[in-house]
């Protein structure tokens, strides 16, 4: 608790900044100070959090599994000073408006950050805060403690409207690099990974009660070994970096996560082997749910997330994005 008092408002300022850009440098310049004043800033955080909280990479910052469960709250505090301080004023603004979204923490792979970036293109402050979905999400709904909710289920709350965004045509297998399974033909694959230890990435509603493969098995008169069930992909790392453990994953954005981390493998199943898998089991399906009464949600936000979630789990239309053989970032 001590080390948590080491953690200053400039030092949230730069995990914010760090984390929407990527980049060190670019947020040094933006705030007019000495890149030595960000890494030192990023290390107090370091060290009170005692994780990485970001990972350099060719291409930038790669935040840690820690990082992206901080960010929302960092930024959402970040919103309600801003909102304090512009009450305050003699010529304060209208307030700012702030919206809270319920979802199941394996849709959340950066999807604050694509909300914060459409956010920020229209008038007026916006705040956004994503909160990990649970079994009670429908009653927070109706209760007013969040605007929206993601699902992988249509509610039945006479108060609550359900709109279907999208249903699943994409799966990943995830392993570990050097894992057998990369070796055997693609349209054998589901015969191969039910030989191996299986991890279920939970969809809370699809695949929370029995898995589309535990199916698969059983009609080859098969047993699959089931080792767990996660809710997020920060334990999905944690069984797959070191083990011979296999598991799947819905959303493109998510397998392009997992794949940048150091010995993690992202494979896109290939549509004869997904048609097999949910011969019997249909694939998930994606509802945006919102109170009936609740007028003053703006379109630009509902659409955004919609369009991010439909684009992660639908097949591209475009021939050249096929991503049949290897994930792709989005």
Known sequence: MNKLRDINLFSIII???????????????LLQVPPS???????????????????????????????????PYFQQMLSILDTVENTTRPSALKPQKHYTLLAPATLTCRLGTALKARAELEPGKVSLAIKTMTNCGCEDLIRGQADLMLNFKASDKNR???????????????ANEKHPIWRCPPNQMLDNIIQYP??????????????????????????????????????VTEYIENSDAVTFVGLRVSADYLSHFPGIKAQQLNDGEFEKLHKRAPPPNYYLITRNED?????????????????????????????????TTV
């Open 15 to 29: 995990f914010v900044k760090v984390y929407e850009s990527r980049n060190a440098q670019s947020v040094a310049t």
């Open 37 to 71: 004043k960000i890494s030192r800033s990023l290390g107090t955080l370091r060290h009170a959090l005692n994780d990485l909280l970001f990972i350099r990479r060719q291409y930038g910052f790669e935040p840690t599994p820690m990082a992206d469960r901080l960010y």
């Open 160 to 174: 609550l409207t359900s709109r279907l965004i999208a249903s699943g045509e994409l799966l990943f297998v995830i």
């Open 198 to 235: 299986f991890l279920i990435t939970e969809c809370p509603f699809f695949n929370d009660r029995i898995d589309p493969l535990e199916l698969y098995a059983i009609d080859q008169g098969r047993r699959l070994d089931v080792i767990g069930n996660v809710g997020s992909l920060s334990e």
């Open 295 to 327: 007028e003053e949600l703006p379109n630009w936000l509902t659409d955004e997330i919609s369009e991010f979630i439909a684009s992660s789990v639908q097949k591209p239309t475009h021939p050249s994005l096929d991503t049949e053989s290897r994930p």
